[in-house]
Structures are given as structure tokens and as C-alpha cells.
């Protein structure tokens, strides 16, 4: 903190100091009436793979696609990022490709590489939704009403 002011990020912004109140990592947050939704980290990746597996993509229909996998609207920015550190891995390809209605479009296609790492994933997946069922399950077995699925 700075002058009553504290750093934001890595640009050097400033914003006022939260006066009297100290943020503890992983203090409880309402998700909901921050807007949040919850979904596991990095799952972003290995449903673009599996997309990618399906049918090679552009950009902007992959996240139209992923919108009708898992009903969950992921925004662009993240996307990209996501399918750079793919290819930045190995784990797909681009290339680019003209389009006669406007300009170029990247094509995004899996790889050998890419489909050996998503049987990984689809293994470390089926775990995590053991856990999560067992979670669930132990939820309702306390909770007032049942968790809607």
C-alpha cells in the first residue's frame, strides 16, 4: 500500500485501499451475487480438445460450441488464450485459411500429441466426477432441499 492507495495489478493502477477490512485467502464469497459461475479450472482445455477432436474449428465457433456442450457462455479472450497454450503444447495445430466473405481465419485441429493427452484428461475427468458425485451426495444427505441437477 502506497500512500493510502493500494496497487491493482501489474500496470501500475492504483485503487483506493479497503479501509478496516483485510481479505484472507480463501475466505468464503457468495458466487452467485458476484456474478461467478462455478466450474473446475482448466476445463476450458479438454473440452476444446474434445470439440477439436469432433470437427476442426475457428475461434468463434468453438465458443459457440462449447456454449451447446456444457450450457456455459466462456468469454473470447479466454478461449483464444486457452487454444494458444494448446498449440503453444502441442496438442493441436492451426493454420490459416481465406475466406471469400471477409478476412483469413485461423483453423484449429487436434493432434497425435493432443489426442494421448486427452485420454489422460478423460481418466483425471471420470475421478473428479466420482468425487464430485460423492460430494453431491453427501450434500443432499444435510441439506433441506435436494441440489437441482
Known amino acids: 500500500m502506497i500512500g493510502g492507495l493500494?496497487?491493482?495489478?501489474?500496470?501500475?493502477?492504483?485503487?483506493?485501499?479497503?479501509?478496516?477490512?483485510?481479505?484472507?485467502?480463501?475466505?468464503?464469497?457468495?458466487?452467485?451475487?458476484?456474478?461467478?459461475?462455478?466450474?473446475?479450472?482448466?476445463?476450458?482445455?479438454?473440452?476444446?480438445?474434445?470439440?477439436?477432436?469432433?470437427?476442426?474449428?475457428?475461434?468463434?465457433?468453438?465458443?459457440?460450441?462449447?456454449?451447446?456442450?456444457?450450457?456455459?457462455?466462456?468469454?473470447?479472450?479466454?478461449?483464444?488464450?486457452a487454444l494458444n497454450g494448446l498449440e503453444d503444447g502441442g496438442l493441436i495445430a492451426s493454420h490459416w485459411e481465406r475466406s471469400e466473405a471477409g478476412p483469413g481465419r485461423r483453423c484449429y485441429a487436434t493432434t497425435s500429441t493432443g489426442r494421448e493427452v486427452m485420454a489422460g484428461w478423460a481418466r483425471e475427468l471420470a475421478d473428479t466426477s466420482a468425487i464430485l458425485e460423492a460430494v453431491l451426495r453427501r450434500y443432499e444427505a444435510v441439506a433441506p432441499e435436494p441440489a437441482a441437477r
Open 6 to 81: 493500494r496497487r491493482s495489478g501489474g500496470r501500475g493502477r492504483r485503487r483506493p485501499a479497503d479501509e478496516g477490512t483485510t481479505r484472507m485467502s480463501g475466505e468464503h464469497r457468495d458466487w452467485r451475487s458476484a456474478g461467478e459461475t462455478f466450474r473446475p479450472r482448466n476445463l476450458l482445455q479438454p473440452c476444446l480438445l474434445i470439440l477439436l477432436e469432433e470437427e476442426a474449428g475457428y475461434g468463434y465457433e468453438l465458443n459457440q460450441r462449447l456454449e451447446q456442450l456444457g450450457g456455459v457462455r466462456w468469454d473470447m479472450p479466454a478461449v483464444y488464450r
